[in-house]
């Protein structure tokens, strides 16, 4: 009797330290608090000639989100080009597919969808860029079959902005908690407005603790295509002082694999 106690308490122990490594070898890295990404839509032209390099310098990663759509194909003073794109790659940053024509992709048939992300895929292909894993709503427009066609496709990240939790008006959002978040809606915690005072910036990146990680989007720096989402160097300066200043960690969307414990 006390033999075959022991013997079962035994199975129970080994039992016991077998699920402890099974979870320990499946646990994903801690989110350490101050971590952002930093997002940057639409191809516009300042992308290339002023915040990569600005990044760089401050050994800051990030994400461009790249559509052919507005007028991209025609006006190359305000978008830029696809070796102008190749360049952001080569200087490390990620390259995000925001689809061909930036069209609200929630209300896109499966094949028009399809037919947009395909051709950002294939340019990419073309400029000797990865196959992008990362994408961002056109709009910030979530809904419809876009998560369903974005995992058969491989994607692995999705922005969207920072409705429905706030309007779209002020630009304010919430961060992303693995925990609670889809890695296909991931919330922008900020999305940067020409209003926008460093105070607008500090909320939403403050929010970069207990576990949530802070996404931030923004468009050109300057952006004159689209004035109603641009932010001015001074000021995009001062956001990134504060993130130097202050210790933050700036990373690219797709860098946060490691820490959502999934293959
Ligand atoms: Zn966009």
């Not at 050994?59 to 007028?71: A, Q």
């Not at 037919?115 to 196959?131: F, M, Q, T, V, Y």
């Not at 920072?162 to 978040?181: K, L, M, N, S, W």
Request: glycine content about 10%; some cysteine; overall charge neutral.
């Amino acid at each position: 009797m006390t033999i075959m106690r022991r013997a079962a308490s035994g199975v129970v122990l080994f039992l016991a330290i077998a699920s402890v490594v099974q979870s320990a070898a499946r646990q994903e890295a801690p989110v350490p608090d101050k971590l952002i990404v930093l997002t940057f839509d639409d191809s516009a032209k300042s992308h290339a000639t002023y915040v990569a390099p600005r990044l760089k310098k401050l050994g800051f990663g990030g994400t461009f989100f790249i559509t052919e759509g507005f007028d991209f194909p025609t006006n190359k003073t305000g978008y830029m080009t696809w070796d102008e794109i190749a360049g952001l790659h080569k200087m490390g940053f990620e390259i995000g597919n925001h689809t061909a024509k930036h069209a609200n992709a929630a209300q896109q048939t499966r094949e028009a969808l399809t037919a947009d992300l395909e051709l950002i895929e294939r340019r990419c292909a073309e400029h000797g860029l990865p196959r992008p894993v990362s994408f961002a709503y056109p709009g910030n427009e979530i809904g419809g079959i876009v998560v369903e066609v974005l995992k058969e496709r491989g994607y692995r990240f999705a922005r969207r902005g920072g409705a429905p939790e706030f309007p779209y008006e002020g630009g304010q959002g919430i961060a992303f908690d693995p925990r609670q978040h889809e890695p296909l809606s991931i919330p922008s915690a900020g999305d940067a407005r020409p209003a926008w005072k460093l105070e607008d910036f500090v909320r939403a990146v403050s929010q970069a603790k207990d576990g949530k990680i802070a996404v931030l989007q923004f468009h050109g720096v300057p952006d004159r295509e689209h004035p109603w989402v641009s932010t001015e160097p001074e000021q995009f300066e001062r956001y990134l002082s504060y993130l130097k200043d202050n210790g933050y960690t700036v990373m690219a969307l797709r860098d946060v694999a490691k820490y959502l414990g999934r293959p």
